[in-house]
């Protein structure tokens, strides 16, 4: 299949006052991809990402969607077209949950019947009962809870692209990895174009199809989360890479051993093994493992590997060593 | 106490009609404060610098003293309820444009951003996010603004604009403090019930308020046209200055041009105002006749004439001339009481020493302890006059118009000065002392209209001619007791002086 451009930065920059916020920034995310650009406070990723829905406009160079430059579609056209996840989550405290979700679908002038219903859907969807969330103020909700809406809102009208400016990095760490599953789930079901903002490398190889990292404005290096902690570009990106690990052996998750090349290819006899999901724990594939001596560790619908006790072993002695 | 209640079942017709007129008068000039204030503080928004200037500009509005700025509008809108409701706008702007400014500037940034990153237009922000968000203190700012036009309506009876302020200052005229606390009471309670009615309310969708509002000015507006294009019979308005006896002239105006004239319909404004406001009045058209006094009329109304005639026939024809030059007012016959000064005691005083002038003081001068209000002992036609003309010279002491007559009628004094038509002399049997030297000038009352309407209706003036040369200061005593004392109402007065009198057929 071949992966059209969605979106495409050419000699972009942005000067706030006398600085450059983004210089010379060539970029070309791809349609259904989801996204990550990761890097420092400061290092412009914010800026980029709000060059796109035009919250920001480039001081110099051309930025692309669909093929039309971006200037040249009318705003409103664009927006409704771009769903957006805040770090500060917005929701509208003078609006219910529902009504917050059906912001955006009433302004595309959706059914109220069929808007209705959605809501429900990516309520149950999230984990939200409906029948108890649907009437409540977001003031009622938990932080994880108000950004579970947060997320449904922006994709409740199924807009082609779906920006998050460092969505989770103000919750507690369960309620992060829990939507950073939702997160993966949800694009995996309606295939947007997620471009996703963080600081966390850790989230960036946890989520991103690709990653961006960004340094002083710059974007210093593009790649899966292969190619970045296998081949990192410069001493930056691996510092970045080695500060990405937890301290927390059990939270790692298993796609780090994958990238790292702890996994071994699968056999036709490893076939019966338990399966996991790579964006499942260490602390998870423990027990499984104590069972079985190995399981089998899926990457979406590709097969990844085999992952034996050895093999963790292996991996927990150069974690201590770190 | 039981006064209170008295006064408030017999005035009750009044009150309520007091109080719906205030009603009204805060209520059109909230909602026209709403509709200037909020949607100038939404446009200023993304202007600061213009929001500032604003913000100062409503601010100075509101350190106006209110009865300045209501003397400052008579010249260009004239009296009555417009200038009332134009200070009224004026001082609500202020809390309502800050409150709603403050506002929508204190949204959190966060907010506008996903806002505007959904899509939405200024108008749907505006709509769903930034007016709901900011409401609450939107709200504040006009319950504040109520408080403040409710209270400072009552200042709108200065200006002929009538509400609870006509209690307040009748009150204080007639020196009767239960009208002056029902007044009060009355626009403080009006101002805690709409004030909690309104904090009722959480958020006001915003089609139906401006279909209401739109309402109400289309209902008023057709309202005003059809009162225009009705064919109407003549119509008369007479007003009054504020008290007693100028209430029971105007009434008996009325029933004699009524009773005269089928097709003429008489309207009233008692305690319409001071003087001045009266004076302009008759001049814009705004009424068509009041009585004046002819005194006054030389005194303050028309430049005063060099020399001054003495008797009461040469000042009233001097004030008629006069008036009839500058300002091309008619003045018709005077009724023949003279208010004016009057030096008074009691009865038994004067019987003991046999007193009947001023000048049968001079022989009891040392015993003399007088009490005069402020402005009389001031005055060169007061007891300044009194020293020059008659060689008078007694004790002295000031006290406040209201306590004099108590003072006397409690033998704390034994001398006052009054009115020589005031209640008090019929209420407590005083006496009033002959001003044998004419030191006192002559105030003559008589009704006083603009030489054009005179012209276009001689049969209205014939009507009120029938009221030339009666009337005498002790019928005026009478007349003022029972109002003021006895609580008749002023209309059954005049109607009972006019049949009495056989000015008026009376009802059998």
Known sequence: MVVKPCIEFRQVGKQFNDNYAVEQLNLTIKAGELFVLVGASGSGKTTTLKMINRLEQPTTGTIYYQGRSLASIPLRELRLQMGYVLQQIALFPNMTVAENISLIPEMKRMAPAAIKQRVKDLLSEVGLDPATYQQRMPSDLSGGEQQRVGIIRAFAAQPQVVLMDEPFSALDPISREQLQKLTLSIHQRLNSTIVFVTHDMNEALQLGDRIGVMQGGHLVQVGTPDEIAQQPVNDFVSKMFASAQTNDIYGVYLNRLKVLGYLQPLSETDQGLPALDSHQTIGEALPELQKSGAVQINNGSNDAGKLTSEQLLAFMVSFQNK | MADFFHTLVTQRADLLAALGQHLLLS?????????????????????????????????????????????????????????????????????????????????????????????????????????????????????????????????????????????????????????????????????????????????IRLKPFLITV???????????????????????????????????????????????????????????????????????????????????????????????????TGIYHQAKTAVQQQDKLTYLAPLKYNNTYALVVQRSFAKKYNLHNISDLAKISD???????????????????????????????????????????????????????????????????????????????????????????????????????????ADMQEMNYQVNVKRVSAAKVAHNYLVTHHLLGGEH
Do not use: C
Not at chain 2, 92 to 116: K, R, W
Not at chain 2, 150 to 174: D, E, Q, S
């Open chain 2, 27 to 203: 209520v059109v000039s909230l909602l026209i404060a709403i509709v200037i204030a909020i949607p100038l503080a939404i446009w200023v928004i993304p202007k600061p610098r213009t929001a500032n200037i604003f913000l100062q500009i409503t601010g100075v509005l509101q350190t106006i003293p209110s009865l300045a700025l209501l003397g400052m509008l008579i010249p260009l809108v004239g009296i009555g309820s417009v200038p009332a409701v134009i200070s009224l706008v004026v001082y609500a702007l202020l809390p309502i444009f800050q409150n709603t400014y403050t506002g929508l500037t204190e949204i959190d940034p966060s907010l506008e951003e996903a806002a505007t990153a959904f899509g939405m237009t200024r108008w749907e922000k505006l709509r769903k996010v930034e007016l709901p968000l900011a409401f609450p203190m939107i709200l504040s700012g006009v319950r504040t603004a109520l408080v403040m036009i409710i209270g400072t309506a009552t200042l709108a009876a200065l200006i002929g604009a009538g509400g609870l302020g006509t209690f307040i200052l009748l009150g204080i005229n007639r020196n009767n403090n239960t009208m002056t606390l029902i007044g009060a009471l009355a626009s403080a309670l009006l101002a805690i019930v709409l004030s909690f009615a309104l904090r009722g309310v959480k958020w």
């Open chain 2, 214 to 312: 739109a309402v109400v000015i289309l209902g008023g507006g057709a309202f005003g046209v059809y009162k225009l294009v009705q064919p109407q019979p003549v119509e008369i308005t007479i007003a009054g200055k504020l008290g007693s006896e100028p209430e029971i002239l105007i009434n008996m105006y009325r029933d004699l041009i009524e009773a005269d004239n089928d097709n003429v319909k008489v309207t009233l404004k008692p305690n319409f105002g001071q003087t001045s406001f009266l004076f302009s009045a008759l001049k814009a058209k705004q009424i068509t006749l009041y009585p004046e006094f002819t005194g006054t009329i030389l005194e303050g109304l028309v430049k005063t004439p060099q020399t001054r005639a003495t008797s009461a």
């Open chain 2, 367 to 473: 015993q003399i302890n007088a009490g005069f209000d402020l402005e009389f002992l001031d005055r060169s036609d007061g007891y300044k006059g009194i020293q020059q003309r008659y060689g008078l010279d007694f004790k002295t002491q000031s006290m406040s118009a209201d306590l004099r007559y108590e003072a006397l009628h409690q033998g704390k004094v034994n001398v006052t000065d009054g009115y020589s038509t005031d209640s008090q002399i019929r209420q407590y049997d005083l006496v009033v002392l002959k001003d044998d030297r004419h030191l006192f000038p002559t105030y003559q009352g008589a009704p006083l209209m603009r030489t054009a309407t005179a012209k276009a209706h001689p049969e209205i003036v014939r009507s009120l001619n029938k009221l030339s040369g009666k009337i005498s200061a």
